[in-house]
C-alpha cells in the first residue's frame, strides 16, 4: 500500500510532496490522495484544503 | 541450518526469538525474505535482519521500499521527511529539477543537490537563492 503527503513548512505551505510504503504521524505531513505536485507551494487552510497564495 | 534441513534438504527454519544458536546455524528471519548466518553464538530477541551485531545476510539484499517526492524550494536549502530507512542500505537518485511555474528562467547557480542526511531527511541545497526550484528523487532502500 502507498501513503502520499503533502509537507508543509512554518508557514503551512506545501515545501514537498511523498509517495512512500508507510505512515507518518506527523503535525506537517498532510495526507492526500495522490502524489499530486500541482499542490507545491500552496497554503494549507485545514480539513484536507490547499489554496493558491495570493 | 538444523539436524533435520541437513539431514533431509529444504529450507533453513524460521528465526525463533529467545532461541540459542551456535555459530554457523542459517535461519529464515520473520521480517525480510532473506536467510541469516548466526556469526556468533548465542540468543537475542532481535530479528536477524535487525541484528547485524549477531547475524549476516546470506547474499545480496533485495529492495526493502521505495519513496519518491518531490521539493519545492526558493532559497538555498529546504528539508523534506521521508519515513525512516537503514542509511547504510539505501540509495538516493535525483530525478532531475525544473523551475517551478511562475519563477524566473533557470539558471547556472539553480543546479541542485540532493543528500540524504539522516534516516527521516533529505536536504537538497543550490547557490542560487531567487528561482523556486522544485526537485524530484527516489529514495530506495534495501535489506
Redesign the interface.
Known amino acids: 500500500m502507498r501513503y502520499y503527503y503533502a ?1 508543509l ?1 512554518g508557514s503551512s505551505k ?9 505512515q ?1 504521524i ?1 503535525a ?2 498532510i495526507s492526500i490522495m495522490s ?1 499530486d ?1 500541482s499542490l ?2 500552496k497554503i494549507y487552510v485545514g480539513e484536507g484544503v490547499f489554496e493558491a497564495p495570493e | 541450518m538444523s539436524i533435520d534441513t541437513e539431514f533431509f534438504g529444504g529450507q533453513p527454519p524460521r528465526w525463533v526469538s529467545g532461541a540459542t544458536y551456535p555459530f554457523g546455524f542459517i535461519a529464515l528471519s520473520t521480517i525480510s525474505p532473506h536467510s541469516y548466518e548466526r556469526i556468533v553464538a548465542g540468543a537475542g530477541t532481535t530479528d536477524p535482519s535487525a541484528d547485524g551485531t549477531n547475524w549476516r545476510r546470506l547474499g545480496a539484499g533485495s529492495i526493502k ?9 526558493s532559497g538555498s536549502s ?1 528539508t ?5 530507512v537503514n542509511t547504510a542500505n539505501s540509495k538516493l537518485t535525483p530525478l532531475g529539477f525544473t523551475t ?1 511555474t511562475g519563477s524566473g528562467a533557470l539558471q547556472g547557480n539553480d543546479a541542485t543537490k540532493i543528500v540524504l542526511t539522516n534516516a527521516t531527511t533529505i536536504t537538497a541545497t543550490k547557490v542560487g537563492a531567487i528561482n ?1 526550484i ?1 526537485v524530484s528523487w527516489e529514495l530506495e532502500e534495501k535489506w
Open positions: 509537507e513548512d506545501v515545501k514537498c510532496i511523498l509517495d512512500t510504503d508507510r507518518i506527523s506537517s505531513m502524489a505536485a507545491l507551494g | 521500499s521505495i519513496q519518491r517526492g518531490v521539493i519545492s524550494f529546504a523534506a521527511t521521508v519515513s525512516s517551478n523556486t522544485d
